[in-house]
């Protein structure tokens, strides 16, 4: 049985950090592009960083380059989103995703493609 379970979110004031992380289990975790959307209250779900099934490849939505780093441990079936220097705008659900291989690396690629969803953790910045 495919379970993702998301872990680390909380609240924090700007110009705070946060590591998220998704414990991964049920499926061939390394045959899969993984990526962290968000959705804030009342706003569509949108792609946030996306990191391919090795680990080499990554990409971010252009609001959190320089800010977030995706990251992703295959012998553990882990995959982290540090984020630092968060603003009140990243305040959102924060969920995490698998789309097996061979993928876009890219956060355009929308929700649909995506075959397993974690429930998702909720970050709320403070101004």
């Known amino acids: 049985q495919v379970h993702l379970a998301e872990s680390g979110g909380g609240s924090v004031q700007a110009g705070g950090s946060l590591r998220l992380s998704c414990a991964a289990s049920g499926y061939t975790y390394n045959d899969y592009c993984m990526a962290w959307f968000r959705q804030p209250p009342g706003k569509e779900r949108e792609g946030v960083a996306v990191?391919?099934?090795?680990?080499?490849?990554?990409n971010y939505t252009a609001s959190v380059k320089g800010r977030f780093t995706i990251s992703r441990d295959n012998a553990k079936n882990t995959l982290h989103l540090q984020m630092n220097s968060l603003k009140p705008e990243d305040s959102a659900m924060y969920y995490c995703?698998?789309?097996?291989?061979?993928?876009?690396?890219?956060?355009?690629?929308?929700?649909?493609?995506?075959?397993?969803w974690g429930q998702g953790t909720q970050v709320t910045v403070s101004s």
């Open positions: 990191i391919s099934p090795g680990g080499t490849g990554t």
């Open positions: 995703a698998a789309n097996k291989a061979p993928c876009v690396l890219s956060v355009l690629v929308g929700s649909p493609a995506y075959e397993y």
